[in-house]
C-alpha cells in the first residue's frame, strides 16, 4: 500500500529499489548522491531530422568515400532525467535537462519540440508548457526544466496498490518528456507477488 | 568479387556534452593559455540500445584515464586547441588528416593497437575557442583508411541464427568479465569463447598470425556502436586485421557485430560476411577519410555558441523573461513580448514615480529604459525612490545617472542611460546666459523623444510636462502621463496624434461613447484652463506637497500596466476609449470591448480613501495649450523660436489657441505632483 504521507525515508528506499530492478533489466537508471540526498538519473539520446543547423562559412571539404553510409543528417538531443524528493511539495519531482549534439542546451522556447513530431506541435505545446517549468534543481542548484510538482500528491494518491511510487509517478509523468518505462518493472513486481503467494 | 557490394560502415556522429566546452574554455584560461600543444582527451561510446553510432564528450574526455563501464567503451584522440580562427580555417585539414591516419597505422603495426584495442577507435579534434563571445569552433575526424575497400560476401544473419541460445547466454556472461579495452575488439570461436587480440595475433612475426585458424568458424568480434550496418570502429579493426594478418588478404571473414539490449539481451546482433581485398605488397595506404559531417549534411566545421549558459549577463536575461514567457504559454498565448522587448521608453523625471516605472517596466521585461532628470538623490529619497541607495544621496548623484546605473545592476542586459539636463517651461524666461545651453537641452530632448517609442511624464511640476507633451504629440509617441495628490493619482494616455489617420469608425454601443484613440485628450486638454470642462476632479488638482506614501507605487503599477495593455492592442496607440453616457445604467461598464488584457481606459483615477477607481475619458480640447493643431502647427512653422516665445511667457500661447480665459501658469501653478517635493 502507498502511505500517501510519504516522506524522504520512504523515498530513498523506493528509489534504491527501483535502482535495482533497472539493473537487473539493463536498464540505465543511477542513483544519485549529494550532501546526503539521493536522486535517480537517467540519460536518454533522441535523434531528430530536418532540424537546420547554423552554419560557418568556410572550410568545407569533399571526400568520395564509396565505404561510407550516405546517412541522412539527424540532430542528437542528449536528455538527462532526474527523479528528486522535493524538498517543499514532498512528492517525487521530475527534473531534466536537454542539449544538443553540439553541446548547447535547449533552451525554453524549443524544448516542447524535441519530444513531440513537428506536426503533433502546436497541441503539444499548448499542453506541456502547462505543466513545464524551469527551477533551480533541489539538489544540484543549477537550472533543470521541472514538471511542475502541484497536482502530483493528488494523482499519486490515485493509485493506493502502488508497489513504488516512484514508478507509478514516472509511469505518468514520463511520456509527456518522452520517458518510457521498460514493462520489466510491472512485472518485477507481479512476479514477486506471485512468489509471495505460493 | 567486382560484381559484389561495397561493405559500408556508418560513420560517428560526435555528441558533445555542455561541460565539455566550460572543461575546455578552463584549460584554455588557466593551463595552455597560449601554447597550442596536442592534448590526449578520450570519447566514449556504447553498444547498449545503440543508435546512431555516436560518440560522446564530456568533461570526462580531459581525463589521463578513460571512464568507462559496461557497454561503454573508449576511443583515444588528440585536441588540437588553436589559437586564432584564421589558424582554424586555414591549417590544412588533409594533412592533419593524413598525420592521424598514419599515426594509427604505426599503433597497429608496433603492437599498441593489439594490447589496447581501444586505440582502433581513434579520432582527431581541432578546435578555437573565442571566449569573449563564447563561441567554440570544432571539428572532429574520425582517421580511416579511403584505400582499404571490403566487399559483402553474403547478407547478414542474426545471432540467434547462428547460436544456440545457451552458448548467447554463456556469451554475455565472458563479454562482461572483460575489460572494456579488450571488449570492444575481440575474436570469438564457434561456441563463442572469446580469445583476445593479442593472444590470437603477434605484431612481431605477422607471417604466422592465424595460420590454423579456421576463418568460417571463427568471429572477429567488436561492440558496435551501429543499430543497422556497422559502425565506424569496424573500419580501423579491419585495418588492423589486413596490416597484421596477411593470410586474411582475399579471404572471407565473419564479423560478429555485438549489439546489446535491455534485460541483458544480445538478440539485435549480427553476424556479417565481409571478403578483404588482396593488394600488392609494397600496397601503401596513403589517403585518409573522413571528417564529420554537420547536422546539415556537409562535410564542414561546426560553432557551438554557448553563451546562453556561459555568459552569466544572458542567463540572467534569460531567467528574467522566463516568467513572462510561462504566463504566454500558460495563459496568453497571444501575448506580444517582443514588441514589449524593443520599445524604447523614455521617462521625464527619476522621482519615486520614475523609480516604481522603470522597476515595473523591467519586470514586464522592457529592455530599453532611460530617464531625463536635473535633480540629485537626496536624503529624504531612498526609502521612497526605489532605485536609489543611501550611498547615493551621501555622494550626491544625479538621479538620472544613478537610476541608470541602478538598472544595469539589477539586469545587465537592460540599455539605460541617465541624462541630467533641465525641462524648459512656459512662463520660466531663458536669459541670455542660459539660451545657449537651452537650445542645446531642446535638440537633446527632441532626439531623444524622436528616438523613443513610449514616453512618461512623471517631473515634479506640471509646466515641466508641457514641452514633452507637445513633442509627443508631434512626433506621434506613446505618451503616459502620471500625478499624484495627498491620497489620490491620475493615469493617463495621451491621444494619438492626427497623424495616425483613423477613418473606420468604432462600434457603437447602446449607454457607451467611444473615442477613437486619435481624438483622445492630452493632460492639458483636461487643463483647469479648459473651459466647460464639468468632469473635472478637484482633488488632484490641489497643492499637495504630501502623498500617502505607497500611493507612488500604485499609480506607477497602473502606468505600466496600461502601456503593456496599450501595446498588446491591435490598433496600439489608436485603441479607442469608453465612457459612460448616462448613469442610469451601471451594466455598461462590462459591454466596454475589450483586447487581450482587458479594457484600455483613457485614464484611471484612483481614490485611496475609498480604494477605488474611476476611468474618465475626454476628447481632444480643440483649443489645447499643449496638443491642439495651433500649438502643433506653430511648433511645425516656427519650432525654437516658437518654444522659446513660450518659455519667456506662458500667455503667448493663450494667444495662439484662441484661449481668453486662460489663466497664467505663473499666477496659478497648480501641482499634480510626484512627492519627490518632499526634497524641495
Ligand atoms: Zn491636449
Partial sequence: MISLNFNENDFNEKAKEFREISEKLNDTWELNEKMGKIYLVKKQK??????????VEFGEIVIDDASAVNSIPETIYSIEYHVVFHPSYQVPVLYFNAHSDDGRFVNFDDVSKIFVEDYELKQYKDEIYQIISQADHPILFKPFYMIHPCHIHEVLSKFPESKNFILTFLTIYGPSVRLKMLEGYEKFYMEKEVMANI | MSENKIFQYVQFKSVVAPDFWYKLAENKLNIEKLDEIDQHIVGTYTNLNAKNCLIDFDCTSFNSKIVTSRNKFGAVGVLKNLNTIESFKNCDKISLLNTAGNQLITNILNGTCLENPSELASFLLLSFADLKKYNFYYWFAFPASLDLVIYEASPSQFISEKFTDEDIKNFTLKIDSLDTKQSAFFIANKTLDVILLKD???HVKTDSNLLDFDLSSNYFCFSDPSESKCGWVLRNYILLLYLLCPIL?????NILSVRQSEQNSLKASKVFY??????????QFLTWTSWEKNNNGKMMPRIANMSEVMDPIKTAEHFAMLNLKLMKWRLLPALNLDIIKTQKCLLFGAGTLGCGIARSLMSWGFSNISFIDSGHVSYSNPVRQSLFT???AYQNKFKSKAAAERLLEILPSVKSHGHVLTIP????????STRQKTIEDVDMIVNMIKDSDVLFLVTDSRESRWLPTLLGSYFGKIVITTALGFESYLVMRHGASKSHEQDELEEEISGLKCIPGN???CYFCNDVTSPGNSIRDRTLDQQCTVTRPAVSNIAASISVELLVSLLQHEKNICAPAYYQINNKSTDVVESIPESMLGIIPHSVRGYLSTFSNILPATERFNQCIACSDFVLNEYKEHDKEFLFKVFNSAEYLEKITNLEDFANMDDDIINELDDDSDSG
Wanted: aromatic share 10%; proline share 7%.
Fill in chain 2, 274 to 283: 565481409v571478403t578483404l581485398p588482396k593488394y600488392n605488397d609494397d600496397f
Fill in chain 2, 390 to 392: 543611501y550611498a547615493d
Fill in chain 2, 200 to 202: 590470437a595475433i603477434s
Fill in chain 2, 425 to 432: 517651461m512656459p512662463g520660466y524666461p531663458i536669459n541670455e
Fill in chain 2, 519 to 521: 481624438k483622445l485628450g
Fill in chain 2, 249 to 253: 588478404r582475399g579471404q572471407s571473414i
Fill in chain 1, 46 to 55: 533522441i535523434s531528430i531530422q530536418n532540424k537546420k543547423e547554423q552554419e
